[in-house]
T-cell receptor, first 114, second 110 residues
Framework: NAGVTQTPKFQVLKTGQSMTLQCAQDMNHNSMYWYRQDPGMGLRLIYYSASEGTTDKGEVPNGYNVSRLNKREFSLRLESAAPSQTSVYFC?????????????FGPGTRLTVT | ELKVEQNPLFLSMQEGKNYTIYCNYSTTSDRLYWYRQDPGKSLESLFVLLSNGAVKQEGRLMASLDTKARLSTLHITAAVHDLSATYFCAVDHAGNQFYFGTGTSLTVIP
């Protein structure tokens, strides 16, 4: 039981390049989330998916796109990376709005855009 | 926009002492969460508080929730070095919109 996995763990991009961050969970959770964490700012929600086939914007969606490929997988795409997107990205999943309210986090992806 | 404020942002305390971290939020919320993060690591769930007056305890940590005051506290009893970490509170609004505080960096000094 791996929980929430993310790939890659580290990535360096040049400005304007694109990439996709992958996330998968094996807990059969309905909801999945993408966050970014910047120093001194806590975590901010980028996008979330309440169920397979649905996605919604969070607090800071600009510059990102997401795909809920199936119940297990939720990917985050940067179409044209900018230095302001240098951050640590966390994927999470939960069974909200059902009884298990816990959010389970992946190990994170450290992204640097030069 | 929902805001979540924690204080203090930085806390240095001696082993054996007690202290409280405060978490205020600006609008009604369904649930209040506390997480721990060690340097370079992911977030670990500590508590989920579901209703007004909820109190949960695990070891030297105790969390409480006052929804009328929109305030949660994380109380540390007789701190030990292993509790050194960053602690975040978070609220969820409308089911899936999570808002996090900026975190409290706790250092426990021998």
């Amino acid at each position: 039981n791996a929980g929430v996995t993310q790939t890659p763990k580290f990535q360096v991009l040049k400005t304007g390049q694109s990439m996709t961050l992958q996330c998968a969970q094996d807990m059969n959770h309905n909801s999945m989330y993408w966050y970014r964490q910047d120093p001194g700012m806590g975590l901010r929600l980028i996008y979330y998916s309440a169920s397979e086939g649905t996605t919604d914007k969070g607090e800071v969606p600009n510059g990102y796109n997401v795909s809920r490929l199936n119940k297990r997988e939720f990917s985050l795409r940067l179409e044209s990376a900018a230095p302001s997107q240098t951050s640590v990205y966390f994927c999470a999943s939960s069974q909200l709005p059902d009884s298990d309210y816990e959010q389970y986090f992946g190990p994170g992806t450290r992204l640097t855009v030069t | 926009e929902l805001k979540v404020e924690q204080n203090p942002l930085f806390l240095s305390m001696q082993e054996g002492k007690n202290y409280t971290i405060y978490c205020n939020y600006s609008t009604t919320s369904d649930r209040l969460y506390w997480y721990r993060q060690d340097p370079g690591k992911s977030l670990e769930s500590l508590f989920v508080l579901l209703s007004n007056g909820a109190v949960k305890q695990e070891g030297r940590l105790m969390a409480s929730l006052d929804t009328k005051a929109r305030l949660s506290t994380l109380h540390i009893t007789a701190a030990v070095h292993d509790l050194s970490a960053t602690y975040f509170c978070a609220v969820d609004h409308a089911g899936n919109q999570f808002y996090f505080g900026t975190g409290t960096s706790l250092t426990v000094i021998p």
